[in-house]
């Protein structure tokens, strides 16, 4: 079957160059996906059902809920008090603060499921505490950024739905399950790293607590808390699809932050429903441009290609999985991850397939693979807002960031290696 070089041109290079001219991806990918279209003359009807159909999905309604419920305890001050109780559990060690940063994104991150909003809202209180009590601030960040990661790999996970619309409906729970062990090993590395950095440097202890006032801030931290049991017991019990219980847990985030914790108002409320309305536009349009984006890919036979010229080099599994893991840190250094999982995952889980890749375990891999872009320049948004937190130039961030990026690298390596460590809680459970 010949190869339509000139479709691909205008579908790939449009895409590219519409990028470089800082077009918005939405149009990026639309305009690209349009002129193929006109090019390989399918009518433009089919065009508009490939759009629809991107969000003809049950799914996808978990998106608006769970970006709703990350606003809400991100507004309502659920970080604060996870950063409390964070300095309970561990602030007691040596460089208690860093330890504390890192236990607060790990709880922070199965709640809001974004490492932009666990930067932005645990940073810009523990970022300027840790520089206060003596941390480089280029540390600071560097601690701040990297745990992060772990809240698109701990459920709930935005970027998980995403995967599971652009693999053909995976199961949700099931990749909900699979993302805790890697991002439990991720945290624990850190903090690995961090318990070495803080006797080499020798980083204050932490401040100690009484027994009453641990378990008042553990409390008070639980009822916010309780907001992932019902998202991840509800679906696990079968009480719940995913889409009901993000449903449910903007409710019970509503009430919990309005009535018990009353730290919204009225204003409060309604600026996060405009601002989630804005995302949720944004990632509407992404989803339905990516999937006429990703029919042509099909048709033009792209994935197909690409297996060829891979299996040309190597058909060896472990050559193969190294040379997605390149591309893929490659590419999250460029672009945004929601838009390269719905874009590549049409192209790269064919490829994976053939040489025996679950579909789940690929798609944890490519998760925290891109989770690792949002770390590193020239686009990594969670960098570029825990930067402009400690008011301190890229460089300076960056050069604090080594060690931590071999640390995610360990990790990386291992979940790609050895799927047990991503399929085995899902096997239990079922």
Not at 11 to 17: A, D, K, N, S, V
Not at 102 to 128: C, E, H, K, R, Y
Not at 180 to 193: Q, T
Not at 358 to 385: A, E, K, Q, R, Y
Request: proline content about 4%; hydrophobic content about 60%; charged content about 5%.
């Amino acid at each position: 079957m010949s190869v339509d070089w000139i479709g691909i041109t205008l579908l790939l290079g449009g895409f590219l160059g519409l990028m470089l001219l800082r077009v918005p991806i939405a149009f990026a990918l639309g305009l690209a996906s349009l002129a193929t279209a006109l090019h390989l003359n399918l009518p433009l009807l089919l065009v508009a059902q490939r759009m629809i159909n991107g969000l003809n999905s049950f799914t996808f309604l978990a998106v608006p809920f769970f970006i709703l419920v990350g606003n809400i305890m991100t507004e309502g001050g659920i970080s604060d008090r996870l950063v409390r109780l964070a300095d309970v559990l561990v602030g007691r060690l040596r460089g208690g603060l860093a330890h504390g940063n890192v236990v607060a994104s790990t709880m922070f991150g199965g709640i809001s499921g974004s490492s932009v909003a666990d930067v932005a809202s645990i940073g810009s209180f523990l970022i300027p505490a840790m520089r206060k009590a003596g941390y480089p601030a280029g540390y600071s960040v560097a601690v701040t950024v990297t745990s992060s990661v772990q809240g698109v790999l701990i459920p709930p996970s935005q970027n998980m739905i995403f995967y599971a619309l652009a693999a053909g409906g995976l199961p949700i729970s099931t990749l909900f399950l699979a993302g805790y062990i890697p991002g439990l090993m991720l945290g624990i590395a850190l903090m690995v790293l961090c318990a070495v950095m803080a006797k080499r440097h020798n980083h204050p202890l932490g401040a100690r607590y009484t027994l009453n006032e641990g378990l008042r801030v553990v409390a008070d931290a639980a009822i916010g808390l309780f907001t992932i049991v019902i998202i991840i017991g509800g679906i696990l019990s079968g009480v719940f699809t995913a889409t009901e219980s993000a449903a449910v847990a903007v409710v019970y985030a509503l009430l919990v932050t309005l009535f018990w914790y009353r730290s919204l108002s009225r204003a409060a409320v309604a600026r996060i429903f405009s601002t989630t309305l804005t995302t949720l536009a944004m990632v509407t349009a992404i989803i339905m441009t990516s999937s006429v984006f990703g029919f042509l890919l099909s048709y033009l036979r792209i994935p197909a290609l690409l297996a060829e010229g891979i299996f040309l080099i190597s058909e060896n599994k472990i050559f193969v999985l190294m040379a997605i893991n390149i591309l893929l840190l490659i590419l999250g250094m460029l672009m945004d991850m929601g838009v390269l999982i719905l874009l590549l995952t049409p192209i790269l889980l064919p490829i994976v397939s053939k040489v025996g890749v679950d579909p789940i375990h690929f798609g944890v891999m490519m998760i925290l693979n891109l989770g690792i872009g949002l770390c590193t320049p020239p686009v990594g948004t969670s960098l570029l807002v825990g930067s402009g937190i400690a008011r301190i130039r890229l460089g300076s961030a960056i050069g604090s960031m080594w060690g931590f990026y071999i640390a995610m690298i360990v990790v990386l390596l291992l979940v790609t290696y050895f799927p047990a460590l991503t399929l085995t809680l899902p096997a239990l459970m079922n």
